[in-house]
């Protein structure tokens, strides 16, 4: 094994080096989520924007061999030799995760590399917060990854004050305080809702509930232990309206969807392609320590957290652990399912409202209007003339 990584580490760097001799293409943007797993997250809706556009960009996406992206897009194996000559050429770099792109070429001067992340709010300490507890390995290559970082996005004011603390960047790196591109779909009308019930097959009447909990770092899922049936039914109680229950699990134990049971009414949306379009449409959502939650605070719909493994989950000891602002959250939490019935059964909505106010002025300031996209892709324009 170590041989085989080892032979793997000299390929890598040979391909780097025969590769940066050639010249930059202008106008090439290579795009990557999560390391090849799909058209998705803010990269995607990034690319959409330079098609909507009409950019004369060459668009390239790195996309592992069972994904496939748009016809006007270039579509690189990943991982490739032709892999390491796109991204050598490249004029801009852009990628949602750290340690995978910028591990295959090296950085020029007059190449950007633009960093997205995948998520806007982090309940839980990361990188260099958490430094001792994570691997040498992963620590060298993180902090490579963010000297190399010319801008990162953020969507508010908390995540912003994270970056600064947390992430290794470097003085000359830019926060780009424009909102997060994925989220411009929350401000779409009513019309591209009733299109994208339509797409995922629920009548127009129906509403829908996302239960959306996080991953845990040991991979213990009893923690997903919720009586679907009883929530569905103590929520139509409650509305006198038709409910859909849909469970997506985080993409680190997706593969574990089949421990629930489905029906017409408890559906599987962990295959969704897009989850941004998934919490469009829904009506209200059922998390614990995942920041999917701050896409509902953004649409004002109802949040409930589910947190049997509470204590565990924030001893710093035993994990990340949470950070202070998690206590502050405007949302009601049960730690047993009676708890969370109890508190979906009492759910006062102009309650709720003013506690969420109140905590997006204090707290999360947001920089999203909708136009996070179009933002972005002007900065990136801008930086392709200089």
Known sequence: MRMKSALKSIVRRFLKILFFPFPITKGKIVLDNFGGKGYGDNPKYLADEIIRQNLPFKIVWMLRQEYSAPNNSTIVSFPSVRAFYELATAEIVVDNCKNVLTTLFIKKKKQLYLQTWHGDFPLKYIEKEVENSLSPAYVKTSKADSIRTDAIISGNTFFSNVLQDSFWLPDTCEILEYGVPRNDVYFRDEKYRAELKKKYHFGM????????????????????????????QTLSSMTNEKWKIVIRLHPNVAKQADLFTYNDDIINGSDFPDPQELCFIS????????????????????VFLYCPDLEKYADKSQGRGLRDIFW????????????????????DNKNYLGKLAEFMQKEYVSFDDGHASEK??????????K
């Open 376 to 385: 972005v892709v002007n900065y990136i324009k801008e930086k392709m003339t």
């Open 328 to 347: 502050k959250l405007p949302f009601s939490m049960g730690k047993s399912q009676d708890e969370l019935l109890q508190q979906i059964s009492s759910f």
């Open 283 to 302: 009506d209200c959502l059922i998390t614990d320590y995942s920041s999917i939650m701050s896409d509902f605070m953004l649409m004002k719909k109802p």
């Open 205 to 232: 009447m129906d509403k829908i509930l996302l239960y959306a909990p996080t991953f845990r770092d040991n991979g213990d899922t009893s923690c997903y232990d919720l009586d679907f049936e009883k929530i569905r």
